[in-house]
């Protein structure tokens, strides 16, 4: 089977998105020839192995800002790498500009698109868009971008739920597609090998793995955190999403004398290490779709102690730990830590090797299988009615081509005069003659241009900012 995936992220980067894509592009490479497409130095074609080959797409910015650098050229050169490789499916696992030139291709080939929704689509605006990207994660809002949405939506052939919220809501959205409820897959035998902690040690360690931000709540457990005895410590273990949220915890930590240390974000590899140090898992996240981390903690043999969120819900009980409503007060959710703690080493044990044989289901290998047959069910459906292509490739060449004699995509540093001749096009009555598709594709083109130039704009702007800075501090 030959599979095309795709992700918006840096490797790395993107959270667990970012990681589930990387991941399934490796696991799925190991009996089936896959195709990965993802932001890189320039637009290249990479071989990883025999089975496995990454598209590399130029992007813009830095740590999870990912700007593809989109024109005609490089369009061109993905339709055209996709015509030969071939594809049986395409997956991909963000609704982002690289995702979105996928499906066009996939529609217009009849070739099956599937989505996994790592968010809830009536929500998403919570999701911690605009803590991480500042001002540009506010654009999410805009009606144009909700358009986008919904248009990406419908032309999924079909769309992977993580659980039954993602699937509701996905519903709840308007689409009336194809819905398929498989979750995240983990490497569950990374995670076997964790030994089960001495309940009777005298120093009880807390942690949480995830961003550090608002929708994570670690407030909630700073809070929790005073009302626990002072052998009580708790790992923060995460990248910032914002400064100022930071600079409160901090505060918040200093003001109350709390016995919490801010780790910063780790190495994926040390993360079955973490989860080995500690006695439990603690969540106060508000919104979860699918936590990877509760999942490895569980694998890790690590009962969970979480305010109610879409994983905490599915998953957690108390025979792995315990699931408390989202206003429990928290001396409430410190008393049950307590409480779990005090258990004897036969109990706790008890409890370890539930939260193991829950893990069990999200391995990689039972993950694959379900979502292979979800490839075969569509491709089924699809080759039944396969239907001739009716894609105007001269049309769309003759558009850009236009475009290229405007020199928009060729100055790079003339962005007023790019600006212009974007207005100017818009204005003109060309825009009239293009089909609905035709014109999402030139929006899609023109929107991470001008995200491009933007961000340039912002990055001079910083550095002349810190070169002033430290200039006037001497």
């Known amino acids: 089977m030959k599979i095309v995936f795709c992700s918006l992220f840096r490797q790395s980067m993107g959270g667990g998105v970012g990681r589930i894509a990387y991941e399934i592009s490796s696991v799925f490479a190991e009996k089936h020839q896959v195709v990965f497409v993802i932001p890189g130095i320039a637009t290249r074609v990479n071989r990883v192995n025999k089975n496995l080959v990454y ?47 996928l499906q066009l291709w996939a529609k217009e080939n009849n070739v099956p698109f599937v989505y996994t929704s790592h968010v809830l689509p009536t929500k998403i605006g919570d999701f911690g868009l605009s803590e991480a990207s500042g001002k540009m994660g ?19 052939d079909g769309i992977i739920a993580l659980n039954r919220f993602a699937r509701d809501d996905i519903k709840n959205f308007g689409y009336r597609g194809r819905i398929f409820q498989i979750p995240n897959g983990r490497d569950i ?69 709390l016995n919490v240390n801010l780790i910063g974000k780790v190495d994926y590899s040390l993360i079955p290490k973490y ?56 001396k409430k959710f410190a008393e049950k830590i307590m409480q779990i703690c005090s258990v004897s080493q036969e109990e706790y044990n008890r409890l370890c090797f539930t939260a193991r044989k829950k893990a069990s ?50 100055d790079k540093n ?17 825009i009239n003659k293009l089909k609905k598709k035709d014109l999402y594709i030139l929006l899609l083109v023109v929107i991470t241009v001008l995200a491009g130039s933007w961000y340039s704009f912002y990055e001079n702007i910083t550095n002349i900012k810190s070169k002033i800075k430290i200039l006037t501090n001497h």
């Open 414 to 430: 003339g962005h007023k005069k790019r600006n212009r001749e974007l207005i100017r096009f818009f204005e003109s009555k060309k």
């Open 275 to 330: 989860l080995e140090q500690c006695h439990l898992f603690v969540s106060a996240s508000k919104m979860e779709v699918q936590s990877l981390v509760v999942i490895e903690a569980l694998a890790a043999a690590r009962p969970v102690v979480g305010l109610a969120n879409e994983t905490i819900e599915e998953i957690i009980d108390d025979s792995c730990g315990f699931n408390f409503p989202k206003d429990t007060a928290p």
């Open 55 to 101: 598209l590399e797409v130029k992007n813009v910015g830095k740590d999870e800002i990912s700007i593809p650098v989109l024109n005609y050229q490089v369009i061109k050169f993905i339709f055209n790498f996709l015509d030969k490789f071939s594809a049986d499916v395409i997956h991909v696992h963000d609704p982002g500009p690289l995702s979105f030139l």
């Open 361 to 410: 289901g999200f391995s990689w290998d039972k993950i694959r299988e379900q979502t292979k047959k979800v490839y075969l069910s569509l491709s089924g459906e699809m080759s039944k009615t396969k239907k001739a292509s009716t894609y105007n490739k001269s049309k769309i060449e003759k558009i850009f081509g236009e475009l290229e004699l405007w020199g928009i995509f060729k």
């Open 189 to 257: 035998k990374l995670y076997g090998s964790c030994r089960v902690a001495d309940i009777n040690e005298n120093e009880k360690k807390l942690v949480f793995i995830g961003y550090l931000s608002q929708r994570k709540n670690q407030k909630y457990l700073l809070q929790v955190m005073r009302c626990l005895p002072k052998n009580y410590s708790l790992d923060l273990i995460g990248d910032k999403l914002e400064n100022t949220y930071i600079k409160n915890l901090k505060a918040y930590i200093k003001k109350y004398r």
């Open 138 to 156: 506010k654009v999410i809002d805009n009606k144009l971008i909700k358009n986008y949405f919904s248009y990406f939506y419908k032309n999924c």
